[in-house]
């Protein structure tokens, strides 16, 4: 796609200059604030999941350069990331601090998950939270493989509202206060048949496959025109050194 994309040299400076098999210590600094990632998982079909975690500043906690660990808290029950991690351990970690650096950071790595009782025996100084809503079930044990930026070209700039404004408590389990049934999914559930999960694709592949390099080729150009009309008249933002 780069060479298709004519943007081979431009990646190759960003892989020399921004992409790091570990985590540098502004990273280190970055992560330890956060309070909220998005999380990419797949299964071992390569059915992919997103997703959002969030907690207190440090609840995704570095123990080094190459190693993060996160809670998951009591959910719905589906556990989709969870069931994920078991049959692909491979994940994508991103992080976006719209709030003061308006800058983000990817993670890419490989994850284990670890009883609550065996994480805690080995790192006794992990937190500890009374509610059930904010209790840890089991952790998830990231060995960072890639960690590059992700540039302030669109993100927003937001404002956090005060604890006193905001309508429930972090980590609470009463449904309404959740969200309950907010875009009506519960209310029509009877006059429904049960969800199955869509038939994965053939094993031919996308329906450009059978054309081979030809067909890639339509589909390359056709993504470098759509963005060349998208992006007409804008520059790419320079990535600096911000996690240097």
């Known amino acids: 796609m780069q060479r298709a994309?004519?943007?081979t040299a431009r990646a190759d400076r960003f892989?020399?200059?921004?992409?790091?098999?570990?985590?540098?210590d502004r990273m280190r600094d970055f992560v330890g604030r956060q309070e909220m990632f998005f999380l990419a998982t797949a299964d071992r079909h390569g059915e992919c999941d997103s997703s959002f975690r969030a907690g207190p500043p440090g609840f995704?906690?570095?123990?080094?350069?190459?190693?993060l660990v996160y809670p998951e808290y009591r959910g719905n029950g589906v556990h989709?990331?969870?069931?994920?991690i078991e049959e692909n351990p491979h994940l994508g970690i991103m992080l976006i601090d719209f709030?003061?650096?308006r800058i983000g950071l990817?993670?890419?790595?490989?994850a284990r998950i670890v009883p609550d009782a065996e994480m805690r025996a080995d790192r006794p100084e992990l937190p500890v939270d009374p509610v059930p809503g904010r209790r840890a079930r089991v952790w998830v044990e990231v060995t960072v493989e890639e960690a590059y930026i992700h540039c302030a070209k669109h993100i927003p700039h937001l404002r956090k509202v005060p604890a006193q404004d905001r309508a429930q408590a972090w980590g609470t389990d009463d449904v309404k206060r959740k969200g309950g049934d907010f875009f009506g999914a519960a209310a029509g559930a009877g006059s429904r048949p049960p969800y199955t999960r869509p038939p994965r694709e053939g094993a031919d592949g996308p329906p450009w496959a059978g054309e081979g390099a030809a067909?890639?080729?339509r589909v390359a150009e056709q993504a470098l025109a759509e963005a060349r009309r998208r992006d007409a008249g804008s520059r790419p933002a320079p990535y600096g050194g911000w996690f240097r």
């Open 15 to 24: 892989y020399r200059e921004q992409v790091l098999d570990r985590l540098n």
């Open 106 to 110: 990817h993670i890419n790595g490989r």
């Open 80 to 84: 989709a990331s969870l069931g994920n």
């Open 5 to 7: 994309l004519g943007t």
């Open 99 to 101: 709030l003061r650096d």
């Open 60 to 67: 995704l906690q570095v123990l080094d350069d190459r190693t």
């Open 215 to 217: 067909g890639w080729r």
